[in-house]
């Protein structure tokens, strides 16, 4: 058993932090990926798409950093349905956000917010996956501080 750095008094057992999912735990019954990191297997399909994105940033000029791992152009991939130059966009975009946040300090304004119960950890699924719960319903749209929450988001994940 190992112990996990957050919390002394529980003990998460150690195939927790080996288990690696199969394919078939990877993708929904449509068979759209939902899992892209850990021991994950691209199948042919994807390892094309990824190839042609690079290809593709290579060819408008834009070097990707070493942060953009196969895992994480794939996701992006996902996201913007392989259109090359839709992920192209995406990525830019998330490059310059990641070079431009700001250190997340817990704030008093920051602590309150998550302190109403937003956004917490509800302990963890089967798999000892964090259960992560974003109460929706209790935010009042009317009241709502967008600045504050998308830095709750920000700082909580």
């Known amino acids: 058993m190992i112990k996990p ?3 002394q008094n529980t003990w998460i057992p150690e195939e927790a932090y080996l288990f690696f999912p199969s394919d078939e735990e990877t993708r929904t019954a449509a068979g759209v990926r ?7 297997k691209f199948n042919e399909s994807e390892l094309k798409h990824i190839d042609q994105f690079q290809a593709y940033a290579k060819k408008h000029n834009y070097p990707l950093k070493s942060m953009w791992t196969d ?3 794939l996701r992006f991939l996902y996201a913007n349905g392989f259109k090359m130059d839709k992920t192209l966009s995406s ?18 304004a920051l602590k309150e917010f998550l302190d109403k119960g937003y956004l917490y950890i509800h302990g963890r699924d089967s798999k000892f996956r964090p259960i992560i719960v974003f109460n929706a319903y209790i935010i009042d749209s009317k009241t709502l501080d967008v600045d504050l929450m998308i830095a709750a988001l920000t700082y909580f994940f």
């Open 34 to 40: 939902c899992i892209f990191d850990g021991n994950t």
């Open 91 to 108: 990525i830019k975009e998330h490059t310059t956000w990641q070079d431009a946040k700001p250190e997340m300090v817990l704030s008093d």
């Open 5 to 7: 750095q957050t919390d």
């Open 71 to 73: 895992n994480l152009i």
